[in-house]
């Protein structure tokens, strides 16, 4: 999905908002508070079943049965790349209708154009217009589906933070979309990823960030807004002064990281992970290395770039490049990912916290990780480490998910062992 290239336009509509924002706000009367800011709603992804990829006509074509006036789907353009194709039936033929991308928007006839494939879809369900028929039926496509991201729902929802308002300073490192970079918004510090514009990944940063929308918890990065500047997207985060957790385990060592830091540590991530548990909502990359610690030492999820809402999940694609030695057999093998599998990693990132960072599953070639796993090995338990987290661990490592604890569960017997190490309550 070419979604990126709509940005431009989106732009228009962003001054179009501050615009009036300034009116609204301004003057105020002396004796009165101002109105308190709208509160912000959750940005949904719209789903696109009856988008196929890269299929060829033929295929396309196979696909259709029975030949029902109105069954369509939309595929990538072998011919034409970077345009897609309208596939429907009528009277027991299929007629392919080529979709360009036009001024940055998509067109069948250049009379009506749109933002995305979806309000493309939308337009031709409710009137043939020009087509030889209505969309009527959707042929969904098995296996994982695709999703597009509406840059505009960011606006409406109330995420939009001028770009004006946010200083760029320095980078703070380098994440799977591009670079991370401190930031000022209103006088406080932030974290700003940036996106170059990159269509496909565009997709991806959107879909983190519209989850990100529908998050809040103490315990999970939060998202404070989303800046549209051209074509580059930024997302902006609450800053975490001491940087991911990975690296904060290994520069401080043992001589610095104290009993209680690591329970503390490995308490407040399971209670942010018991927050997305109640949501079904899958992480699929949690790691030490996905962690990231505030000023105050608090410890908070980030990086839902791979997580989906469990109903939004369908099997994913096998060219996704998964971390082998944190994700769950049956996750590696038949891509079934869960709360569990979650788990799973989470037995993972405290085998992390208790050895200091260390790479997991020492001396082991990465290839022979999942074999060796599934005939029963677990690693051992890490130098000094309670035997009662120990067992935790094993519990997470189960091979039958079903005997796995739950987050819920785990975050109870992480609080009574806190509490016997003297930690702090400090964040949930
Ligand atoms: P990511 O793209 O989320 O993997 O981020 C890459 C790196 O940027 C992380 O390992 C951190 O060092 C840094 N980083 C990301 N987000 C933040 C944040 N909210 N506050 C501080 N540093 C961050």
């Known amino acids: 999905m070419n979604q990126t290239a709509s940005l431009v336009n989106h732009w228009m509509d962003l001054k179009d908002s501050f615009g009036m924002e300034r009116m609204t706000t301004s003057p105020t009367p002396p004796d009165m508070a101002l109105p308190p800011r709208p509160r912000k709603g959750e940005v949904k992804l719209n789903s696109m079943p009856w988008f196929h990829g890269k299929i060829s006509r033929d295929k396309a074509e196979e696909l259709l049965r029975p030949r029902e006036d109105g069954l369509f789907l939309v595929r990538e353009s072998t011919n034409f790349p970077g345009d897609y194709t309208l596939c429907v039936c009528w009277q027991g033929r299929v007629e392919h209708y080529r979709v360009i991308y036009k001024d940055n928007q998509l067109t069948i006839d250049e009379e009506e154009f749109f933002d995305n494939l979806s309000n493309l879809v939308e337009h031709y369900e409710k009137d043939a217009d020009g087509l030889c028929t209505m969309l009527?039926?959707?042929?969904?496509?098995?296996?994982?589906?695709?999703?597009?991201?509406?840059?505009?729902?960011?606006?409406?929802?109330?995420?939009?933070?001028?770009?004006?308002?946010?200083?760029?300073?320095?980078?703070?490192?380098?994440?799977?979309?591009?670079?991370?970079?401190?930031?000022?918004?209103r006088g406080e510090k932030v974290a700003v990823k940036v996106l170059k514009e990159q269509s496909k990944a565009a997709q991806k940063f959107l879909a983190e960030a519209s989850l990100m929308t529908s998050i809040k918890h103490p315990n999970l990065v939060q998202l404070l807004g989303v800046v549209i500047e051209g074509k580059n997207i930024y997302l902006v985060t609450e800053y975490?002064?001491?940087?991911?957790?990975?690296?904060?385990?290994?520069?401080?060592?043992?001589?610095?990281?104290?009993?209680?830091?690591?329970?503390?540590?490995?308490?407040?991530?399971?209670?942010?992970?018991?927050?997305?548990?109640?949501?079904?909502?899958?992480?699929?990359?949690?790691?030490?290395?996905?962690?990231?610690i505030s000023e105050d030492g608090v410890a908070k999820v980030a990086d839902f770039g791979l997580a989906w809402r469990e109903e939004a999940t369908t099997s994913e694609s096998s060219d996704r490049k998964l971390p082998i030695k944190w994700t769950a057999p049956e996750a590696l093998r038949k891509n079934k990912f869960s709360n569990k599998?979650?788990?799973?990693?989470?037995?993972?990132?405290?085998?992390?916290?208790?050895?200091?960072?260390?790479?997991?599953?020492?001396?082991?070639?990465?290839?022979?990780?999942?074999?060796?796993?599934?005939?029963?090995?677990?690693?051992?338990?890490?130098?000094?480490?309670?035997?009662?987290?120990?067992?935790?661990?094993?519990?997470?490592?189960?091979?039958?998910?079903?005997?796995?604890?739950?987050?819920?569960?785990?975050?109870?017997?992480?609080?009574?062992?806190?509490?016997?190490?003297?930690?702090?309550?400090?964040?949930?």
Request: charged letters at 25%; hydrophobic letters at 40%; proline letters at 5%.
């Open 341 to 428: 599998s979650d788990m799973w990693s989470f037995g993972i990132l405290l085998w992390e916290i208790y050895s200091f960072g260390r790479v997991p599953y020492p001396r082991i070639q990465l290839n022979d990780v999942l074999r060796k796993v599934e005939h029963g090995y677990v690693m051992d338990a890490p130098e000094g480490c309670p035997p009662q987290v120990y067992e935790l661990m094993k519990r997470a490592w189960n091979l039958n998910q079903d005997l796995r604890p739950t987050f819920h569960e785990v975050s109870i017997l992480l609080g009574h062992l806190r509490g016997g190490t003297g930690g702090q309550k400090k964040s949930s």
């Open 136 to 185: 009527s039926k959707p042929l969904p496509k098995a296996g994982s589906q695709e999703y597009c991201v509406d840059v505009k729902a960011f606006l409406e929802a109330g995420w939009a933070i001028p770009p004006k308002d946010v200083e760029m300073l320095e980078s703070l490192g380098k994440g799977e979309f591009g670079e991370v970079r401190l930031g000022m918004l």
């Open 240 to 292: 975490m002064s001491k940087g991911s957790l990975l690296e904060y385990l290994r520069s401080r060592g043992r001589l610095h990281v104290t009993k209680t830091d690591q329970i503390n540590f490995a308490f407040d991530t399971c209670a942010g992970m018991v927050y997305l548990e109640r949501r079904s909502i899958i992480h699929r990359d949690l790691a030490a290395r996905n962690v990231l």
